[in-house]
């Protein structure tokens, strides 16, 4: 499904990537694990296509086409998903608006008819209740004034509405207290679907109690340093990052 | 460099062949304001930049084009106003203005309550002349005005708007100005509106023009609100990519009189609209919102000058402008407290997207205040797009262009949303729609 072969990647004139080999295959959840600077959210952008990302050597292939060759906009249509670590707040745009805007892009794309006002709040209400997500949140202007729970939950609704083939996920956990977590992975979960791969990046192995990952990769100074099960993140909790890359976890 | 550009503008010259063919020829006080007035606009001449008020606003390539009049019949034929009219449904009252003349057959004025008559200055100066004589009197002998001056001298047709006491008209009246010319013509419309105590009208207002040649509007309008009366003033300049467009719009408030204004000024290569208010009355209020639109090459000034000389009046201002390409934006905004205005709020707040690393603003506030129990603002911002918005908005499927036009919709929207009227604010948004895809209800209308 994904093929990431020999990835470097700079930014503002500096490597963070210096050679990423991975493979995800269909259904698969991946973590990406490692101490702050290690490049993980530089590879969550490369996947998106953020320009001043710049893509040095080597190739990403997703659904056997060369994922770099594509605007970010033609990623998302593809089904690549990014939810951001910290989401963009769009003042003047109403949450419905956004929303809407994007399904309609994907419909669009997939040769699909557009939803009117009525028929996507239909589709959204349904997925908006899991998420325990208000009325009022989508009432108001994308991610202004929300705390960080709504932020990342309105991320994942986003994620539900959009149903990616391919979903990064980047520090989702970041800022959240255990309830709020807990709905996030809750939503993410019932994502979980044998055509939809995950790539879940985190500083902290608490999130991977929730959602609970095929795979576990260590990442530190741009490239993948250890790659194991599930059980390779409870021993990181154990013995910090410290003992793998020979440095201080930061 | 001379404070001063000097014209050769042929119509100028032949004041005594035309003024026979202006409306109220004749009338001996008119006939005497305007001869003043052509005195006063050959002495002034047109400012040139060295004159602070016009500092980014250069006129020369007006003052080198050969503009005319044309004769007053003159009438456009085959325009199709069904697109430039903003009412959708309920009475339609259209006035058409077309060349500086009156266009009886393209109008439908419809019919008007008791106590409100809505006729053309021609028409207004044999039936109501007495009602009519003071405005234009008062404001025509204004000095250092020059585009006034010269407004006043070759004053044409526009329309005349009287309300008597206490009634009211919700419906919109709807006033189009229209050009159609092959050669370099100016047109010099001179309006009136007269609301009287505790009534209120609400008025739609549309410049546009077609045609090949250049051409010049100046159009002067005169607005007096008497004591707890509302005037509403939509005004959409859509002028033709030749046109210059010169408006100047003076208003004076009574006690507790409101005057709600918004403009979007889109069209022409050269616009300035000017708008003064007086809040003469105590408590009266005024509130005038904008957006300006530019590409191209185009050029758009908002000059507003808001002067509080009684206790207890308000004043708030929004203008919002987007410019891309080589354009260039202007926006001057002069809020004056006199010392007696005691407890007045004035708010003024000008912000502009720069599209393109081409385009300028020059934006000036000015608060000059002289009492000291006010409470005033004044902010101005200029920005471009925002990349990371951009990018979270193409990272869910939208291409550059939408996320593009859903931010710049986004940014205008804080101005356009809160207007009340429906019709006009749903027509605001199809001419906002239509320039962000490029084109503009105009072309569309001519092609």
Redesign the interface.
């Given at each position: 499904m994904l093929e990431i072969r020999n990835l470097h990647a700079r930014v503002d004139d500096r490597d963070v990537l210096k050679g990423i080999d991975l493979s995800i295959g269909p259904g698969e959840v991946h973590a990406i694990m490692g101490p702050n600077g290690s490049g993980k959210s530089t590879l969550a952008y490369v996947l998106?296509?953020?320009?001043g990302y710049e893509v040095t050597e080597g190739s990403i292939r997703y659904q056997g086409n060369d994922l770099l060759d594509l605007?970010?906009?033609e990623?998302?249509?593809e089904g690549v998903?990014?939810a951001?670590q910290y989401?963009?707040e769009?003042?003047?745009?109403t949450g419905t608006t956004?929303l809407r805007?994007?399904v309609n892009?994907?419909r669009k794309?997939r040769g699909e008819k557009e939803l009117d006002a009525m028929q996507f709040v239909k589709y959204v209400r349904k997925k908006q209740s899991e998420l325990n997500i208000s009325d009022d949140m989508l009432r108001r202007?994308v991610n202004v004034g929300f705390s960080g729970g709504e932020k990342k939950r309105n991320e994942i609704l986003?994620m539900a509405l959009?149903e990616p083939t391919f979903a990064v996920l980047d520090e989702t956990d970041s800022g959240l207290d255990i309830d709020a977590l807990k709905t996030v992975a809750d939503g993410v979960n019932a994502l979980r679907d044998p055509t939809r791969s995950m790539l879940v990046i985190t500083h902290y192995q608490r999130l991977l109690d929730y959602i609970v990952p095929d795979y576990v990769h260590v990442l530190a100074g741009g490239r993948i340093i250890k790659s194991g099960g599930k059980e390779l993140a409870l021993e990181l909790e154990k013995e910090g990052y410290g003992a793998l890359t020979g440095a201080v976890a930061a | 460099m001379s404070r001063q550009i000097t014209t050769e503008f042929p119509f100028v010259d032949r004041f005594d062949e035309l003024s026979a063919g202006l409306p109220g020829a004749g009338l001996d006080w008119l006939d005497k304001i305007r001869r003043e007035s052509l005195d006063r606009f050959n002495r002034l001449a047109l400012p040139s930049t060295r004159v602070e008020a016009w500092k980014y606003t250069n006129l020369n390539e007006l003052a080198k084009t050969p503009f005319d009049i044309v004769g007053t019949s003159a009438e456009p034929t085959s325009i199709d106003l069904s697109a430039l009219g903003v009412s959708r449904s309920g009475p339609v009252h259209r006035l058409v203005f077309a060349n500086g003349s009156y266009s009886a057959a393209l109008s439908d004025a419809g019919k008007f309550p008791e106590g409100i008559v809505v006729t053309n200055l021609a028409d207004a100066l044999t039936t109501h002349g007495d009602l009519v004589r003071p405005h234009l009197e008062r404001i025509s002998a204004l000095e250092g005005q020059p585009l006034l001056a010269l407004n006043t001298a070759f004053m044409m047709n526009g329309y005349v708007v009287v309300v008597d006491d206490g009634v009211c008209l919700e419906d919109p009246v709807e006033l189009i100005f229209v050009s159609d010319t092959a050669t370099p013509t100016s047109v010099h419309p001179r309006n009136l509106i007269v609301a009287g105590t505790g009534s209120r009208i609400v008025l739609s207002e549309t410049h546009v023009g077609y045609g090949p040649s250049e051409y010049w509007s100046n159009p002067v309008t005169e607005v007096v609100v008497a004591p707890e009366a509302t005037v509403t003033h939509h005004k959409i300049q859509q002028e033709s990519a030749n046109a210059f467009h010169l408006a100047n719009t003076r208003v004076t408030l009574a006690g507790k009189g409101s005057y709600r204004a918004f403009l979007i000024s889109m069209g022409a290569r050269l616009a300035r609209c000017e708008i003064e208010v007086s809040l003469e009355g105590e408590g009266a209020d005024c509130q005038l919102d904008g957006i300006y639109l530019a590409r191209d090459k185009q050029h758009t000034d908002i000059t507003t000058r808001i002067a509080h000389t009684s206790p207890g009046g308000s004043s708030r201002q929004v203008f919002k402008g987007v410019l891309d390409d080589h354009s260039r934006g202007v926006f001057q905004g002069q809020v004056s407290v006199s010392p007696d205005a005691q407890r007045t709020e004035g708010h003024q707040l000008n912000k502009t997207l720069l599209l393109s690393d081409d385009a300028e603003i020059d934006t000036k506030p000015e608060l000059e205040i002289y009492a000291d129990d006010v409470k005033c603002s004044h902010g101005a911002a200029v920005g471009q797009l925002d990349?990371?918005?951009l990018?979270?908005?193409?990272?869910?499927?939208?291409?550059?262009d939408?996320?593009r036009q859903?931010?710049i919709?986004?940014?205008i929207?804080?101005v356009v949303e809160p207007i009340e009227e429906g019709q006009f604010r749903d027509h605001l948004n199809e001419m906002i729609d239509a320039w962000l895809s490029h084109g503009s209800v105009f072309e569309e209308v001519s092609a």
């Amino acid at each position: 499904m994904l093929e990431i072969r020999n990835l470097h990647a700079r930014v503002d004139d500096r490597d963070v990537l210096k050679g990423i080999d991975l493979s995800i295959g269909p259904g698969e959840v991946h973590a990406i694990m490692g101490p702050n600077g290690s490049g993980k959210s530089t590879l969550a952008y490369v996947l998106a296509g953020r320009e001043g990302y710049e893509v040095t050597e080597g190739s990403i292939r997703y659904q056997g086409n060369d994922l770099l060759d594509l605007a970010i906009e033609e990623r998302a249509r593809e089904g690549v998903f990014l939810a951001f670590q910290y989401p963009v707040e769009i003042p003047g745009v109403t949450g419905t608006t956004f929303l809407r805007t994007a399904v309609n892009a994907l419909r669009k794309h997939r040769g699909e008819k557009e939803l009117d006002a009525m028929q996507f709040v239909k589709y959204v209400r349904k997925k908006q209740s899991e998420l325990n997500i208000s009325d009022d949140m989508l009432r108001r202007p994308v991610n202004v004034g929300f705390s960080g729970g709504e932020k990342k939950r309105n991320e994942i609704l986003q994620m539900a509405l959009l149903e990616p083939t391919f979903a990064v996920l980047d520090e989702t956990d970041s800022g959240l207290d255990i309830d709020a977590l807990k709905t996030v992975a809750d939503g993410v979960n019932a994502l979980r679907d044998p055509t939809r791969s995950m790539l879940v990046i985190t500083h902290y192995q608490r999130l991977l109690d929730y959602i609970v990952p095929d795979y576990v990769h260590v990442l530190a100074g741009g490239r993948i340093i250890k790659s194991g099960g599930k059980e390779l993140a409870l021993e990181l909790e154990k013995e910090g990052y410290g003992a793998l890359t020979g440095a201080v976890a930061a | 460099m001379s404070r001063q550009i000097t014209t050769e503008f042929p119509f100028v010259d032949r004041f005594d062949e035309l003024s026979a063919g202006l409306p109220g020829a004749g009338l001996d006080w008119l006939d005497k304001i305007r001869r003043e007035s052509l005195d006063r606009f050959n002495r002034l001449a047109l400012p040139s930049t060295r004159v602070e008020a016009w500092k980014y606003t250069n006129l020369n390539e007006l003052a080198k084009t050969p503009f005319d009049i044309v004769g007053t019949s003159a009438e456009p034929t085959s325009i199709d106003l069904s697109a430039l009219g903003v009412s959708r449904s309920g009475p339609v009252h259209r006035l058409v203005f077309a060349n500086g003349s009156y266009s009886a057959a393209l109008s439908d004025a419809g019919k008007f309550p008791e106590g409100i008559v809505v006729t053309n200055l021609a028409d207004a100066l044999t039936t109501h002349g007495d009602l009519v004589r003071p405005h234009l009197e008062r404001i025509s002998a204004l000095e250092g005005q020059p585009l006034l001056a010269l407004n006043t001298a070759f004053m044409m047709n526009g329309y005349v708007v009287v309300v008597d006491d206490g009634v009211c008209l919700e419906d919109p009246v709807e006033l189009i100005f229209v050009s159609d010319t092959a050669t370099p013509t100016s047109v010099h419309p001179r309006n009136l509106i007269v609301a009287g105590t505790g009534s209120r009208i609400v008025l739609s207002e549309t410049h546009v023009g077609y045609g090949p040649s250049e051409y010049w509007s100046n159009p002067v309008t005169e607005v007096v609100v008497a004591p707890e009366a509302t005037v509403t003033h939509h005004k959409i300049q859509q002028e033709s990519a030749n046109a210059f467009h010169l408006a100047n719009t003076r208003v004076t408030l009574a006690g507790k009189g409101s005057y709600r204004a918004f403009l979007i000024s889109m069209g022409a290569r050269l616009a300035r609209c000017e708008i003064e208010v007086s809040l003469e009355g105590e408590g009266a209020d005024c509130q005038l919102d904008g957006i300006y639109l530019a590409r191209d090459k185009q050029h758009t000034d908002i000059t507003t000058r808001i002067a509080h000389t009684s206790p207890g009046g308000s004043s708030r201002q929004v203008f919002k402008g987007v410019l891309d390409d080589h354009s260039r934006g202007v926006f001057q905004g002069q809020v004056s407290v006199s010392p007696d205005a005691q407890r007045t709020e004035g708010h003024q707040l000008n912000k502009t997207l720069l599209l393109s690393d081409d385009a300028e603003i020059d934006t000036k506030p000015e608060l000059e205040i002289y009492a000291d129990d006010v409470k005033c603002s004044h902010g101005a911002a200029v920005g471009q797009l925002d990349e990371m918005e951009l990018f979270y908005l193409r990272s869910r499927g939208l291409d550059a262009d939408s996320a593009r036009q859903v931010l710049i919709r986004a940014f205008i929207a804080e101005v356009v949303e809160p207007i009340e009227e429906g019709q006009f604010r749903d027509h605001l948004n199809e001419m906002i729609d239509a320039w962000l895809s490029h084109g503009s209800v105009f072309e569309e209308v001519s092609a």
